[in-house]
C-alpha cells in the first residue's frame, strides 16, 4: 500500500523568506509520480509542481521547487521568497503504476501561514 | 482551468435522506474520481472511474455509489445519509492512469447532513 506522510501540521514563515514543507512517502512500485497541490481558505485544490520518480533532476516552477531525495524517499516542496497569497494548506500526493488504475494517496496536510 | 464544474455547492440534509452530486467535465478525460475531504484526513478517495461505465472504489465507498453513463458525468450517490458523510466532497479527472497525469479538481460541494 501506498502512504504520505506530512509531519508538520502547520509552519510560519516570515514574508520574503524561504519555507521547506516536508514530505515522505511509502511504496514498494518503482514507477510512481510525486505532486503537490495547494488549498488556499477559498477551498479549491491547484495543482503546483511534479516530479516523476524516474526524473534526474529535481522539478523547479517559478517560485515552486521539489527537493527529491529518492533513497530517503522524500519529497519536500521548496517556496522561494514566501508572499502573502502563499498561504494556504499544501497537499503532497502520490500516484503509482500498477495494473491499471492509479488514483492519488494524500498526505494530511500543512498550513503555511505567510507573516508580515 | 480545466473545466470540471459541482453541483450543487452547498446542500443541507437531513439524516436518511437520499443525495446525489453530480460532477460535470468538459475536457473529455477519461478518469474521474471522487475525494472526501475532513479535518485531521486530508482527501480520501470515494470511488473512481476510468470509461463510461468502468468503477472502481475506493479507500472510503461505503455509504456511497456512483455512476458514469456518460463522459462527462460522475455521479455520487449517499443512498441514506448520515451525520459521519458531512464533508467537502472533491471530484477530479485525469487524462489517463498514469503516475505523471496530474488531476485536475472541481470547486468543491460542502455537504451538512443534519
Known amino acids: 500500500a501506498q502512504k504520505i506522510t506530512q509531519t508538520q501540521p502547520g509552519m510560519f514563515v516570515q514574508e520574503k523568506e524561504a519555507v521547506t514543507l516536508d514530505c515522505t512517502y511509502d511504496?514498494?512500485?518503482?514507477?510512481?509520480?510525486l505532486f503537490w497541490y495547494k488549498q488556499p481558505s477559498s477551498g479549491e485544490m491547484i495543482f503546483l509542481i511534479y516530479?516523476?520518480?524516474?526524473?534526474?533532476q529535481n522539478a523547479t516552477e517559478g517560485r515552486y521547487s521539489l527537493n527529491f531525495q529518492k533513497a530517503r524517499k522524500s519529497a519536500n516542496l521548496v517556496i522561494s521568497a514566501s508572499q502573502l497569497g502563499d498561504s494556504a494548506m499544501y497537499f503532497c500526493a502520490m500516484r503509482v503504476r500498477n495494473s491499471g488504475n492509479t488514483p492519488l494517496v494524500f498526505g494530511k496536510g500543512t498550513r503555511l501561514s505567510v507573516i508580515a | 482551468d480545466a473545466g470540471i464544474t459541482q453541483s450543487p455547492r452547498h446542500k443541507v440534509t437531513e439524516t436518511g435522506t437520499p443525495v446525489t452530486l453530480r460532477c460535470h467535465q468538459t475536457?473529455?478525460?477519461?478518469?474521474m474520481y471522487w475525494y472526501r475531504q475532513d479535518p485531521g484526513h486530508g482527501l480520501r478517495l470515494i470511488h473512481y472511474s476510468y470509461g463510461v461505465k468502468d468503477t472502481d472504489k475506493g479507500e472510503v465507498s461505503d455509504g456511497y455509489s456512483v455512476s458514469r453513463s456518460k463522459t462527462e458525468d460522475f455521479l455520487l450517490t449517499l443512498e441514506s445519509a448520515t451525520s459521519s458523510q458531512t464533508s467537502v466532497y472533491f471530484c477530479a479527472i485525469s487524462e489517463d492512469g498514469t503516475p505523471d497525469n496530474e488531476q485536475f479538481f472541481g470547486p468543491g460541494t460542502r455537504l451538512t447532513v443534519l
Open positions: 511504496t514498494s512500485d518503482p514507477s510512481y509520480g
Open positions: 475536457e473529455n478525460h477519461r478518469y
Open positions: 516530479q516523476g520518480s524516474y526524473d534526474q
